[in-house]
T-cell receptor, first 116, second 114 residues
C-alpha cells in the first residue's frame, strides 16, 4: 500500500508570504505528527493529532504556525508570514495508534521549505 | 524530562569496519527505544527497535541492546558497507499513559568509504 506522502516536495517562498504544506498519512492510521528538521539539527516535534482528540500543539514555535487535520486523514501545516529561520525540511509521520510500547512511526519524504 | 543524546558525527569509516554509534537517554518509566535511518534524499525509516530492558533489536546486520542500567541503546554493526552511508537517529517513545511524543536525538551522519 501507499506510504505517507507529502506535497510539495520543495517550496521556495519570499519572506512574509504564507505557505501550506500537505500530508497524506497511511490509510487507517489514527495518529499524525509534524516535525521540523533544520540543517544539521535533529527532529523538532511540532504538533500531534490523534483521532478526533484535540491536537497537541505544544511544539509549534510561534503563533504563525498552525495545522489542521480534516476528516481524520489529510493534514495541512500552515506557516504565516514566513521568516528565513523557517527554512527547513518539514516531515510528517503517521502511526496506527496513539502510542504505547513499540509503535512505529512511518515518515513521509518531507517538504523542503526555503524562505528567501 | 525525556531526552536522547547521541554521539555527534560525522563518522567516517572504511568498508568492513566495525561501527558503534552511542545513544543514551533519560526518561521516566520504561520507554521504547528506536533507531531510525535516513538515506540520502529519502525520509526516515525504522531500522530497529526494543520495547523493554535487555531486548535486542536487529535488522540488516545492525544491532542495539536496551540497557536500562546504563540508560543506553548503542547501535552496532560488525562490518559496514558503502550502502550504509546515511544519517542515523536514536529515539524514544515514552510509555507513560497519555504521552506519545517521540524524542529524537540530533542524528549521526555515517559515511562509509570504499
Amino acid at each position: 500500500g501507499a506510504g505517507v506522502s507529502q506535497s510539495p516536495s520543495n517550496k521556495v517562498t519570499e519572506k512574509g508570504k504564507d505557505v501550506e504544506l500537505r500530508c497524506d498519512p497511511i490509510s487507517g492510521h489514527t495518529a499524525l505528527y509534524w516535525y521540523r528538521q533544520s540543517l544539521g539539527q535533529g527532529l523538532e516535534f511540532l504538533i500531534y493529532f490523534q483521532g478526533n482528540s484535540a491536537p497537541d500543539k505544544s511544539g509549534l514555535p510561534s503563533d504563525r504556525f498552525s495545522a489542521e487535520r480534516t476528516g481524520g486523514s489529510v493534514s495541512t501545516l500552515t506557516i504565516q508570514r514566513t521568516q528565513q529561520e523557517d527554512s527547513a525540511v518539514y516531515l510528517c509521520a503517521s502511526s496506527s495508534s496513539s502510542g504505547g510500547a513499540g509503535n512505529e512511526q512511518f515518515f513521509g519524504p518531507g517538504t523542503r521549505l526555503t524562505v528567501l | 524530562g525525556n531526552s536522547v543524546t547521541q554521539m555527534e558525527g560525522p563518522v567516517t569509516l572504511s568498508e568492513e569496519a566495525f561501527l558503534t554509534i552511542n545513544c543514551t537517554y533519560t526518561a521516566t518509566g520504561y520507554p521504547s527505544l528506536f533507531w531510525y535511518v535516513q538515506y540520502p534524499g529519502e525520509g526516515l525509516q525504522l531500522l530497529l527497535k526494543a520495547t523493554k530492558a535487555d531486548d535486542k533489536g536487529s535488522n540488516k546486520g545492525f544491532e542495539a541492546t536496551y540497557r536500562k542500567e546504563t540508560t543506553s541503546f548503542h547501535l552496532e554493526k560488525g562490518s559496514v558497507q558503502v550502502s550504509d552511508s546515511a544519517v542515523y537517529f536514536c529515539a524514544l517513545s515514552p510509555t507513560t499513559s497519555g504521552t506519545y511524543k517521540y524524542i529524537f536525538g540530533t542524528g549521526t551522519r555515517l559515511k562509509v568509504l570504499a
